[in-house]
């Protein structure tokens, strides 16, 4: 696997900003534009999805990182969850349903990917190497001496 640079380079992130701008899309016309409740919740679940991924990626950190993985898995649930309700409301199609949902549901398969390859991988982050202090040296010279 190539190296990520920047949150931007996740193949999961691209998907979750693709699924917020559709959300946002389909809530901004007719009656689920006034439902200002299920509007502001499924938009937040899509903002969160992305939003976890990018600022876990700043972590620095994989344990970090895979928490904020599993947070946006789960808001992609909540935001198929909420699908169900936009559908039933008649606030979107079935075929816009359709499509935002499989889509999430790719999504999250993605991000438990990321995440096995994390918690497989052997590279930690940088905020779990060893830290180097210049005292190292220091200490092992007084612990022989002891």
């Avoid at 640079?5 to 809530?27: G, L, T």
């Avoid at 559908?87 to 438990?112: G, L, P």
């Avoid at 930690?124 to 210049?134: D, T």
């Amino acid at each position: 696997m190539a190296t990520i640079m920047r949150f931007e380079d996740i193949e999961s992130w691209k998907m979750s900003r693709e699924q917020a701008n559709w959300i946002y899309d389909a809530s901004n016309k007719g009656a689920f534009a006034r439902d200002f409740a299920l509007k502001d919740q499924i938009r937040r679940a899509a903002i969160s999805v992305m939003s976890n991924i990018a600022e876990g990626f700043e972590r620095d950190g994989n344990k970090e990182f895979i928490h904020f993985l599993s947070i946006a898995k789960g808001s992609c649930g909540e935001l198929r969850s909420q699908l169900y309700l936009a559908r039933d409301q008649n606030f979107i199609t079935e075929e816009e349903f359709t499509r935002i949902y499989n889509h999430a549901t790719r999504t999250s398969k993605a991000i438990s990917g990321f995440m096995s390859y994390l918690i497989n991988n052997p590279i930690k982050g940088l905020k779990y190497k060893e830290e180097v202090s210049p005292f190292n040296d220091v200490n092992a010279e007084m612990n022989q001496e002891s």
